[in-house]
């Protein structure tokens, strides 16, 4: 598979280049368009209790649409919910990423897409617990909030990320949460709360906007529901 992307960093858009007969995993309700004959087939990945802890538990749908290119090739175009930009990362098989709720888009069919308990900074940090954890050779789409940066860290480098804006990272890197201020007072008049300290060496992927901000701003101006 081939990932091409176009109206990057605002509108992101991949356009998935399929080999005949090639297969690849769309997050569901994710797909623009497809070129003609492209076939596909939604289903629960994994069995029962593995999509119901992808979606309960890592904020992804419950069932992840395959899509299979006809004899002579084709295409899926795949776009994300929110306006920002798109990363590709080429797995080696030896490293695996995490990705955070919501950020995951497509990989390949060689790929494998688990919900992976995160640790309980997770939790506090806002990410609901769980991550969503890719392994195996082969390529992996995540898309972001705003635009995106790639933070590569080399061995002994430490970088702090609010938890809001973390997108994804490779299972290199070590991380852990901390508040940003001393007391649950001070937090809250600064406006940051929890961070996670990456150490490398790794790479983190970061968004320059918060989807729960988002959610506040339309929440405190009567536009989002409160429920």
């Not at 705003?146 to 933070?151: C, E, I, M, Q, S």
Request: aromatic residues 8%; charged residues 15%; hydrophobic residues 40%.
């Amino acid at each position: 598979m081939q990932v091409r992307t176009r109206h990057t960093p605002s509108f992101g858009v991949a356009r998935l280049m399929l080999s005949p007969g090639e297969p690849v995993q769309v997050e569901s309700g994710a797909m623009l368009a497809t070129s003609y004959g492209v076939a596909v087939d939604a289903r629960a990945q994994g069995g029962f209790f593995k999509s119901l802890a992808r979606s309960a538990l890592g904020g992804e749908s419950f069932f992840v649409s395959t899509y299979t290119a006809p004899q002579q090739g084709g295409w899926v175009d795949a776009a994300p919910n929110l306006p920002g930009d798109l990363h590709v990362v080429e797995l080696d098989g030896r490293t695996g990423w995490c990705v955070t709720k919501g950020c995951w888009l497509a990989s390949s069919a060689s790929v494998q897409i688990e919900t992976k308990w995160g640790g309980f900074q997770n939790m506090f940090g806002g990410e609901g617990g769980f991550l969503t954890h890719a392994a195996g050779q082969g390529t992996l789409v995540v898309s972001c909030y705003g635009a995106l940066d790639v933070l590569t860290l080399q061995p002994g480098e430490y970088v702090t990320v609010d938890s809001g804006h973390v997108v994804a990272y490779a299972d290199s890197a070590q991380c852990r949460l901390r508040q940003m201020n001393q007391g649950a007072v001070q937090s809250m008049k600064s406006g940051e709360g929890l961070v996670f300290d990456f150490a490398g060496p790794g790479q983190v992927l970061t968004q320059t906007r918060n989807p729960r901000g988002l959610v506040s701003w339309l929440q405190a101006n009567g536009l989002g529901s409160r429920n």
